[in-house]
């Protein structure tokens, strides 16, 4: 999200992730968006249908206010666009664009309202909010910053039900496609280092669902039994504060939970039993991570931390793979880079290229498989407050979605060429959903379904 000096004032972004055991398949015909940035990690096949151009007027196919704050992700099944949100008892603090210092009052406010945690279906076809459900109604258990909201870990759905955890309450819950809720588990909700909230999404993947909570008492990653909600296990972990989803990174050789965090990625068999582990990591980490040629990418990036690392790295590890000093590649690290980092975006791969959207309003370009830079930093837009939501791309073009509500669309290639800017005039920080022609696009207090004007 935002933020000025280092550590101790840090800001994390909290544009909420989540994980599928889909997640990175590469592009992929988007019939479903089961989590946050879809199978294909922000990437689906090429379709002249999904739209180019849109405003607040062009290209709608509708807009529905959404009650309450929250910065989760819209995900997609059949007829079902899912969405989270709390409505507070109180007054809510105005949030802030931009990066900046938050301070205390700001950085870790303690709003202590009752709020009522909310669960949305809006029909895909007219925008009607099919059902509500409240989770809960009780005050926050944690503080949170003065960006983040405390429903910005986005859902994740199978088709079946719909999962979601409120990182900020303590609850990990699922509901039945119809809106009954089929059962709800709490789990401990304790502040981070910074308490600036949290983020971190659930994951998802064969009949499990796996939450990671890191904070300054007791951090854990954990495993749920997807049908009863019963804990199956948990692996403490020596973690303050993170925001990063973990991810199922499914191979040739295993399955795996890799979860990045401030003090080392660590990586976990389906038993919760330690992989392997690697240092190297920075403050305020966020970025989900992404597979692509057989590499999986990991990052994080607060603004003038150093290092501020990617890091792409080959299945099979085990043991502790840290870079020894001065090295940047090893037998199960491709290649890594010490200061491309982004702090709140997550890294897109769009073909050959990884990209790299910096929250301050830059792009860059690198060779996803060498890690060799193709361009360096382009400065995407100078008035633009910052960037929360991470990147998509299709058809031959790169979305860049600034936190202004403006969506800076870029020719894919080895040379940067911004084509136009499509402007909707509200905060945005979570990331859209593509899907079967359209793009389902949050702001601050409505969900629009976009696509072109044949499509509606």
């Known amino acids: 999200m935002v933020l000025g000096r280092p550590a101790s004032c840090a800001v994390l972004l909290l544009t909420s992730t989540v994980a599928l055991a889909t997640q990175g398949r590469g592009q992929l015909a988007a019939a479903e968006w089961p989590g946050f940035r879809g199978a294909g990690a922000g990437t689906v096949a090429d379709d002249p249908a999904l739209p180019d151009r849109w405003s607040a007027t062009e290209n709608v196919v509708w807009r529905t206010p959404i009650a309450g704050y929250g910065w989760s992700s819209p995900v997609v099944w059949g007829d079902h666009v899912f969405v989270t949100a709390a409505i507070s008892a109180g ?9 900046y210092d938050p301070g205390d009052e700001h950085g870790k406010a303690r709003l202590s309202a009752p709020h009522r945690w909310m669960v949305y279906d809006v029909d895909f076809a007219t ?18 910053h003065i960006k983040n909201s405390f429903a910005s870990e986005t859902p994740v759905t199978d088709g079946e039900r719909v999962y979601v955890y409120f990182g900020s309450l303590g609850v990990v819950a699922a509901l039945e496609m119809d809106g009954r809720v089929a059962w709800a588990t709490e789990v401990a909700a304790l502040d981070g280092r910074q308490g600036f909230g949290t983020a971190a999404s659930p994951v998802l993947h064969d009949g499990r ?6 904070n300054t008492t007791e951090s854990f990653l954990a495993a749920f039994d997807a049908r009863t909600g019963r804990e199956l296990w948990r692996a403490g972990r020596e973690e303050v504060e993170n925001w990063s989803t973990p991810f199922v990174w499914a191979h040739g050789r295993r399955t795996e939970i890799v979860t990045a965090g401030r003090g080392k990625i660590r990586s976990y068999g389906l038993d919760g039993a330690l992989l392997w582990e690697l240092g190297g990591m920075t403050v305020n980490t966020v970025p989900t991570p992404v597979t692509a040629h057989g590499l999986l990418y990991i990052t994080s990036g607060y603004p003038g931390a150093n290092p501020r690392p990617v890091y792409a790295i ?5 043991g502790d793979i840290t870079l020894a000093p001065g090295a940047t590649s090893s037998e199960f690290i491709a290649w890594y880079q010490p200061l491309l980092g982004t702090y709140n975006t997550s890294p897109l791969v769009y073909g050959d290229y990884y990209y790299t959207l910096l929250d ?3 792009l860059l370009c690198h060779d996803a498989r060498t890690g060799e830079q193709v361009y360096g930093r382009r400065r995407i837009s100078a008035s633009a407050s910052g960037f929360t939501a991470s990147p998509w791309a299709y058809n031959g073009r790169i979305f860049l979605l600034s936190e202004d509500g403006e969506t800076f669309v870029v020719e894919a290639g080895r040379e940067y060429r911004l084509l136009h ?17 359209s793009l389902i696009l949050r702001t601050q207090s409505a969900l629009y379904r976009i696509a072109r004007r044949a499509q509606g």
């Not at 009607?128 to 258990?141: F, G, K, L, T, Y």
């Not at 669902?209 to 890191?214: A, C, G, K, P, Q």
């Not at 800017?421 to 022609?437: H, K, Q, W, Y």
């Open 421 to 437: 800017t499509n402007t909707l005039d509200e905060m945005t920080l979570a990331t859209p959903a593509i899907v079967r022609g």
């Open 360 to 362: 301050r309003g830059f």
């Open 209 to 214: 669902l796996y939450v990671v909570h890191d």
């Open 314 to 318: 080959r299945p099979g590890a085990s």
């Open 91 to 99: 007054a809510e603090p105005t949030p802030i664009r931009g990066l």
């Open 127 to 144: 925008g009607r909010v099919r059902w509500s459900r409240e989770i809960r109604n009780a005050p926050a258990r944690v503080t949170r």
